[in-house]
């Protein structure tokens, strides 16, 4: 690490950064977004591959996130969407993306594709893994 951030150039922040995404639930949903089919997980779908945290806690940790440039909230165009489907997803960012990479954070990618696919999923789960996701 030469202690640069593609934000800022701060080590300062480059710390913070790393604090952020190596927290314990904040972490586990980083591997939640990678692990999920399309990269781009609902809120009810991190909430049911955590059961032992609060639909809030979740909300909480991924706006912190969000707040830090990993993770991006992605919503589905309005005409795109359809009734009871979510139109709201969580997904990394280019700019968390490259962060991961480069402090070899995403180097279990397939694995956590795997595991995610073991996930037994009620028909609701698997209802909102098959909606239509945004383009990126």
């Not at 809120?43 to 955590?50: F, G, M, R, S, T």
């Not at 919503?75 to 960012?93: A, I």
Request: glycine share 6%.
């Amino acid at each position: 690490m030469d202690g640069t951030d593609s934000r800022n150039g701060n080590l300062d922040t480059v710390r913070e950064r790393l604090n952020v995404v190596t927290q314990e639930t904040r972490f586990s949903l980083i591997q939640d977004i990678l692990g999920h089919p399309s990269g781009l997980p609902t809120l009810k779908e991190l909430d049911y591959v955590n059961p032992n945290r609060s639909q809030t806690t979740i909300r909480q940790h991924l706006q912190r996130l969000v707040d830090a440039g990993i993770v991006e909230k992605v919503e589905l165009p309005e005409d795109c969407r359809q009734n009871d489907l979510p139109y709201t997803f969580y997904g990394l960012s280019e700019e968390g993306r490259r962060f991961l990479e480069d402090h070899k954070l995403l180097r279990a990618k397939e694995t956590l594709r795997a595991i995610y696919d073991q996930v037994e999923k009620i028909a609701e789960i698997e209802r909102y893994e098959s909606a239509p996701r945004p383009e990126r």
